[in-house]
């Protein structure tokens, strides 16, 4: 009995213990105010081209067909949709900043993109002066569902900021964007657009366009002394998201990243004293994401516009020295041309096994083996005037055969013995020009294992080791 009456006590004394320590968290959420209602501004831009990550290794981030389900965590009527643009990757200009000649592979682009854009619902696209150019020159600047904004184009009326607005625990909060170029617009312009008296319910964004060599400190200075701008996006050279100064502070300046492997956000908070916050947030686009079918099918167009438009083969192409040339693997399966036929016919077999002689027909699995883009690492001597041009033109030239490495086979086919192939230590070279961080995530720092993995010779050759 006694036992019992010491065990309550004991359950009382550590109950109230308990109910004190959670009266005191209850003191301290009290003081974390938590807003009573918010809406979320999705900024993405600087894609240059990437509508999806070419899948040559596991891990790999964005894909604008990943897009939807990240948007569609904000219920579409708390939510805004803003692009920075820089759709496509930089082109050649002229020296009074006119395009040279656009790359035809990405005008296809530009055209795929911006009817992602109409089909995600964005509500603004910036234009940068290179997004104006090629939507000017190919009559795309009209029939988009979004607005565009660009600092450049006067004569086309396009305006340079626009007004959002949503709602925002019952009231209407204004949203303006607006593009500025330092060298395009005077400093003024901005205040010009935003009101000069900063209203509570209004959130000005402004989407610095400029030059990556540009002085952004002063940029961002300007137009911080303004007073008037919420925030302020920077273009930058990470593909990361980067919040550019200290969170809560006025404005909040932050760049977005590139190509598309996040997906930043400005969360706009209202609190219970009417106040409201903005704070930077980023998702990465990650595989697990859920893909788009009507994006996975705007992919397929893209395939499909990119093999009719005849790329491949187009490129602009290097004479190998010495008169070298290529002449495909089975040249080295079997050299008749001496004495000695059937020489690496060893190798051969050993290779064909490898995954490096199923590389072309890995492009032709995923319907990519119409895009330069792709070819260059799954075939022999693309950028080459003996190397790979079509299945058609150069059929023995398809996957990453032993001229790649060992080089080409012309000579060393005629005499090996006076010819001989590219030394060891040159070979292992080649393999980081295709196993680049982007398309073969742990390759680099690993080449011993990696080589273990493709031998196809008949002696564990050591690299010191080889006549
Ligand atoms: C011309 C580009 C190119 C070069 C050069 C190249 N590879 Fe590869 N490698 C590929 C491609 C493409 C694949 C994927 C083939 C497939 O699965 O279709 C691959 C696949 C592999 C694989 C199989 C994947 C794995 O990790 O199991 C290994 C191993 C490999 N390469 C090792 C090497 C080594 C070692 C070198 C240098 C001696 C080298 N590669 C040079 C393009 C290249
Ligand atoms: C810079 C060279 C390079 C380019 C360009 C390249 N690839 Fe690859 N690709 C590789 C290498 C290297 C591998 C082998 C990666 C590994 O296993 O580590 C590979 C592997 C692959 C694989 C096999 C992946 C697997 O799971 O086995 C696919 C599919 C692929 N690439 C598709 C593409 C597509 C599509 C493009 C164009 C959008 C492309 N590649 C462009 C180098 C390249
Ligand atoms: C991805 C690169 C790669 C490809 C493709 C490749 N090899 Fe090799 N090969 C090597 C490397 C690396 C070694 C040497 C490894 C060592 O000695 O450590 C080698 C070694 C050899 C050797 C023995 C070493 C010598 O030079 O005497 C022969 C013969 C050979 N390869 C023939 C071929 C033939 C034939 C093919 C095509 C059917 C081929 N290789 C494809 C990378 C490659």
Redesign the pocket.
């Known amino acids: 009995m006694k036992k019992l009456i010491t065990c309550i006590l004991l359950l009382i004394i550590i109950a109230s213990c308990k109910l004190n320590n959670s009266s005191r968290n209850k003191n301290i959420s009290k003081q974390e105010i938590i807003p009573v209602d918010s809406v979320t501004v999705f900024i993405t831009g600087n894609v240059m081209g990437s509508l999806k990550p070419c899948g040559c290794s596991g891990g790999q981030l964005g894909g604008l067909d990943r897009r939807p389900a990240v948007f569609d965590s904000i219920p579409a009527d708390k939510r805004l949709l803003i692009d920075t643009g820089s759709i496509v990757k930089q082109q050649r200009l002229s020296q009074d900043q006119e395009i040279l000649s656009l790359d035809e592979q990405d005008l296809i682009k530009f055209h795929i993109i911006t009817q992602a854009f109409d089909y995600l619902n964005y509500d603004i696209v910036n234009f940068t002066r290179q997004d104006f150019m090629i939507a000017r020159d190919n009559g795309l600047l009209d029939n988009h569902t979004f607005k565009i904004i660009s600092s450049y184009g006067d004569e086309f009326d396009l305006a340079p900021g626009y007004k959002n607005q949503l709602s925002l625990d019952g009231e209407g909060i204004n949203i303006l964007t607006v593009c500025y170029d330092p060298q395009e617009q005077p400093l003024d312009f901005i205040t010009r657009i935003f009101p000069e008296e900063q209203e509570p319910n209004n959130v000005n964004i402004v989407i610095v366009n400029a030059e990556a060599n540009a002085d952004f400190d002063k940029i961002i200075a300007d137009i911080s002394g303004l007073g008037v701008a919420d925030c302020i996006i920077c273009p930058i050279n990470s593909d990361e998201p980067t919040l550019l100064d200290e969170l809560n502070t006025k404005p909040l300046v932050c760049a977005i990243g590139r190509k598309g492997r996040y997906i930043s956000s400005i969360v706009i908070e209202k609190y219970p004293d009417d106040s409201i916050k903005l704070n930077f947030n980023h998702v990465a686009v990650k595989e697990e994401i859920k893909q788009d079918q009507y994006l996975i099918d705007l992919y397929r167009t893209y395939q499909d516009m990119v093999k009719n438009a005849n790329l491949l083969g187009t490129n602009p192409r290097y004479i190998l020295d010495d008169g070298l040339k290529y002449e495909g ?1 089975e040249s ?2 079997s050299s008749t041309c001496h004495s000695e036929p059937s020489k ?1 016919s060893y ?2 077999a050993e ?2 096994l490898s995954d ?1 002689a199923k590389a072309y027909q890995t492009l032709v699995d995923v319907n990519s083996q119409y895009d330069p883009e792709c070819i260059e690492c799954h075939v022999i001597g693309y950028e080459w005037e003996s190397g790979f041009k079509t299945l058609e033109k150069t059929p023995k030239l398809i996957n ?3 001229e ?3 080089g080409p086979g012309s000579e060393h086919n005629k005499d090996p013995y006076n010819n001989k ?1 590219r030394p ?1 230590e040159d ?2 070279k ?2 980081l020009e295709c196993h680049k961080p982007e398309h073969s995530g742990d390759f680099a720092g690993h080449e011993e294992e990696k ?1 273990k993995i ?5 002696e564990p ?3 010191n ?3």
């Open positions: 693997s080295c399966e690496h190798e051969y290779w064909i490096h990453v055969g032993c790649i490495c060992h192939t060891i070979i292992v080649q393999c080589i493709i031998q196809h010779w008949e050759n050591d690299v080791n080889v006549k």
